[in-house]
Structure formats: C-alpha cells, structure tokens
C-alpha cells in the first residue's frame, strides 16, 4: 500500500495568502476556491464586489485543473481539438484554474473568477504559493 498527500488547513491558507498578494498588486478581489484532488470544495471566498456566478465559475476552474492535473485551460484547448471531450461532466475549459501538485500527485486545485484577464495569472501565483510543502513527521 502506498501513502498519498493531501492538502491541510495550513496548505490551503498558504495558497489562498499568495493568491489574494498577487491579485492586491492589480487591485483586484478575486473569487477564490480551492479543492482537494477529488474536485471537493475546500475553500471558497466571494468578495462583495463579485457576482454569485462567480462562485460556479472559481470552483468548476480548480475542479478541472485538480481532475485533470493541468491548468483548467488546456482542458478548453483539448476540446477545440476533439469536442467530444465537451461530454465530460464537471469540467470547465476556461483559464483560471491551476493543479496543486506535490512530487507526482496532484493533490488539488485552485480557481480564480470574477476578475476578467486577471484570473490567470492569480491562480498561477495560488498554485506556485503552494510551493514544496514540509511533511510532519
């Protein structure tokens, strides 16, 4: 049997921190989620300024990054090559959505919505925030 990581409390906080430090830089307020390898919320925060779509939209982008292992926007490039893939449930090919990867395993993911262009590069620093996180022994 093998052990697997998982996200912790602390992981997702560690995520969410760089998140809204990259999105203050633009002066932005993003809708953040982040869940865990199965695409199940873990976090999710709506600023007043966002519309309720927005939570839909953040949750389904770190949904499709953490199932598929990749930014939720290769998943809407794998689409424009074969639409068939549009049959998949619970996948969002839209940018805004980036996997939280420990070593090999993809262990969650991260999306951003509510703040147009920006959601890219938010989610990317939320998932780089994540970094090398230390075992507890």
């Known amino acids: 049997m093998r052990n697997k990581p ?6 997702v906080q560690r ?6 430090k990259h999105a ?9 989620a982040v869940v865990d390898e199965g695409g ?19 949750t389904a982008k770190a949904r499709t990054a953490a ?4 930014p939720s926007g290769a998943f809407g490039k794998r689409v424009r090559e074969r639409p068939e893939f549009l049959m998949s449930p619970n996948y969002l090919g839209v940018e805004g959505g980036y996997p939280l990867l420990f070593d090999d395993d993809c262990v969650g993911g991260v999306g951003v919505s ?5 959601d890219e590069p938010v ?7 994540f970094g090398k996180p230390k075992l507890k022994k």
């Open 15 to 20: 995520v969410v921190a760089a998140a809204k």
């Open 6 to 11: 998982c996200l912790t409390t602390e992981d």
């Open 123 to 129: 989610a990317k620093a939320g998932a780089d925030g």
């Open 40 to 58: 199940h919320l873990l976090y999710l925060e709506r600023p007043d300024v966002n519309g309720v779509n927005t939570v839909d939209m953040s």
């Open 114 to 118: 509510g703040i147009d262009r920006d």
């Open 24 to 32: 203050a830089k633009f002066k932005r307020e993003p809708t953040i």
């Open 67 to 70: 199932l598929r292992g990749r």
